[in-house]
C-alpha cells in the first residue's frame, strides 16, 4: 500500500539502477589521430567528448559513463592529449600509465591503415607488463576491403585484432562484446575493500597547494613497512601510512613523489592522475592553497571528487602563511565559490609546520562515515511524509506532484530513489536534499536522489 501506483517489478528496476556501486573503469588509449576519441563517442553514444575541443584548452572531463549489452562502466578518453608538448612518445606512455594504474581493462586503438609503428610497440610493452586485459582495436578498417589490413596487426602479439571504423560504427559492437568478456563485473578495487584493506585516500590538488609536503609530514616515521601486513598485494604508487592508530593507503602517490614538472601541458597529465586517484579511493582529500584565490582548477578538482561519487574533505593548507586580510576574503571566498560543498569536513592545515594535522584523521572518519549511512526505509518515509505536508510541491498547471515515497537504494555514496506522482522541480529537489542532510547528516558525502514519476 505505501508503493501507491508502483508495482513491484517497477520499484526493483529502479533500486536496481540507482543503486549500484562503482562501475569497473575502461581505459581507451593509442597515439594521437588513431581515432581514441571518436571511439569514446561511439561507445557513449554521444557527441560530446571531442567536439568542442580547442588546442590548448584543458580537457576537465575524462570519464564518461557507459553502457553496453546492459552491463554500465566507465570510460577514460585520453584522447585529449596535448602531444606537442611532450612529444608523442612520452604522452602515449603517460596514458599507458595511466591505463595501468587506473584501469580494468584497456582498449589499445592502432589505426590499421598505417599498421603498428614503434610508438605502438612500446605501448604494447607497457600494457603487457601491467597485465591488464587489452582489447586489440585496430580502427579505420571503413569497409571489407581493409579486412587484411586489420589482420597484419596479429604481429603485435595482443591477440585477434578487432576490426572496426569508429567514424561509421562498423564492428564495434563485437569490439565491445570482448570489451565485456574483459571487463570484471566491478572495480579490482572494490573487491580490495570487501576483504577489509585499509580505506583508500586520494590526496589530490593542483600543483604546488602542498600535496608532497603534506604527505611527507603525515608519512614521518610512521611508515608502515608494507610486508607486515599480510595478504596485500602492494600497488607501487600506493603508499600505507599510520595515522591515528590506522593504516590508510594514500592511492596513487607517485605521481605526487616524482613531482614530474612538465610545466605547460602538465594539465591534462595532472587531470588524468587526479581521475585515477579518486577512482582508486573511497575518499577525497583535496588540498587548497589557502594563500591563494580559490581558482577554478580547484574547483574542477572538487568537482571530479563529487562526481565520481567519493567521499571528500577539504584542507586549506598553507595556514602558517595567512594574515588576517587574506583569512577574511579567503572566508568569503569559500562562501561564493565552494557554496556547492558546505556539506564536506573542513580543516585548516599547514603541511609546514604541522598545524591541524591531528584533525585530518578525525575530518575523514566522519566524511567515510557520512558516506557509509544508510537510513531505513521507515525512518526516511516518516520523515518525507512531514516534509511534503509541511513543504508541499508547488502547484503547476493546476496539478500538484507529491512524493509518494522514498528509499535509500545504496550507499558510498547514498543513493535515493523517490517515487512521485508528477515531476519534482529542480529547486524542490535541491530543497529535499538539504533537508534530507539536515536530518540525516550525510557529512563529507555528496548525496544521489532519483525521481520515478508515475506514468
Ligand atoms: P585521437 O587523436 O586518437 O583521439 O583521434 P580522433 O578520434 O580525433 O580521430 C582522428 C581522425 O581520424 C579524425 O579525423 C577522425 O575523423 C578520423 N577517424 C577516426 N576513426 C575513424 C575511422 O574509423 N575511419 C576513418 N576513415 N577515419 C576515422
Ligand atoms: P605539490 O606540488 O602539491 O606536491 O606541492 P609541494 O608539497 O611541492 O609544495 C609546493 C611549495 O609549497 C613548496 O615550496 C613547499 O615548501 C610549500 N609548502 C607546502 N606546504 C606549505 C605550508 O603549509 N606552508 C608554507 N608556508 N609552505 C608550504
Known sequence: ??????????????????????????????????????????????????????????????????????????????????????????????????????????????????????????????????????????????????????????????????????LHGRGTGDMLDEVLKALPEAPAQTFGNAVGGPRRIALIGRPNVGKSSLLNKVAGEERVVVNELAGTTRDPVDELIEL??????????????????????????????????????????????????????????????????????????????LDEERRYYLEREIETELQQIAWAPRVNVSAQTGRHMEKLVP????????????????????FLGELVAAHPHPIRGGKQPRILFGTQAGTKPPRFVLFASGFLEAGYRRFVERRLREEFGFEGTPIHISVRVRE
Open 1 to 166: 500500500a505505501a508503493q501507491e501506483g508502483f508495482d513491484a517489478e517497477e520499484v526493483e528496476g529502479a533500486l536496481d539502477e540507482a543503486g549500484h556501486g562503482p562501475l569497473p573503469v575502461l581505459a581507451v588509449v593509442g597515439r594521437p589521430n588513431v581515432g581514441k576519441s571518436t571511439l569514446v563517442n561511439r561507445i557513449i553514444g554521444r557527441r560530446e567528448a571531442v567536439v568542442e575541443d580547442r588546442p590548448g584548452v584543458t580537457r576537465d572531463r575524462v570519464t564518461y559513463e557507459a553502457e553496453w549489452a546492459g552491463r554500465r562502466f566507465k570510460v577514460v578518453d585520453t584522447g585529449g592529449w596535448e602531444q606537442d608538448v611532450l612529444g608523442i612518445d612520452a604522452s602515449v606512455a603517460a596514458q599507458a600509465e595511466y591505463a595501468i594504474e587506473a584501469a580494468d581493462a584497456v582498449v589499445f586503438v592502432v589505426d590499421a591503415t598505417v599498421g603498428a609503428t614503434d610508438t605502438d610497440e612500446a605501448v604494447v610493452k607497457l600494457l603487457r607488463r601491467a597485465g591488464k586485459p587489452v582489447v586489440l582495436c585496430a580502427n579505420k578498417v571503413d569497409g571489407p576491403s581493409s579486412e587484411a589490413d586489420a589482420a597484419m596487426l596479429w604481429s603485435l602479439g595482443l591477440g585477434e585484432p578487432m576490426p572496426v571504423s569508429a
Open 244 to 321: 591515528g592508530g590506522t593504516t590508510w593507503k594514500f592511492v596513487d602517490t607517485a605521481g605526487i613523489r616524482k613531482r614530474v614538472h612538465l610545466q605547460e601541458g602538465a594539465d591534462y597529465y595532472a587531470s588524468l592522475r587526479t581521475a585515477a586517484a579518486v577512482e582508486k579511493a573511497e575518499v577525497a582529500v583535496v588540498l587548497i592553497d589557502a594563500s591563494e584565490s580559490i581558482s577554478v582548477q580547484d574547483q574542477r578538482i572538487i568537482t571530479m571528487a563529487v562526481e565520481a561519487g567519493r567521499a571528500l574533505v577539504v584542507a586549506y593548507n598553507k595556514w602558517d602563511t
Open 363 to 382: 575530518a575523514i572518519e566522519t566524511a567515510l562515515a557520512g558516506w557509509e549511512t544508510r537510513v531505513p526505509t521507515g525512518r526516511l518515509n516518516a
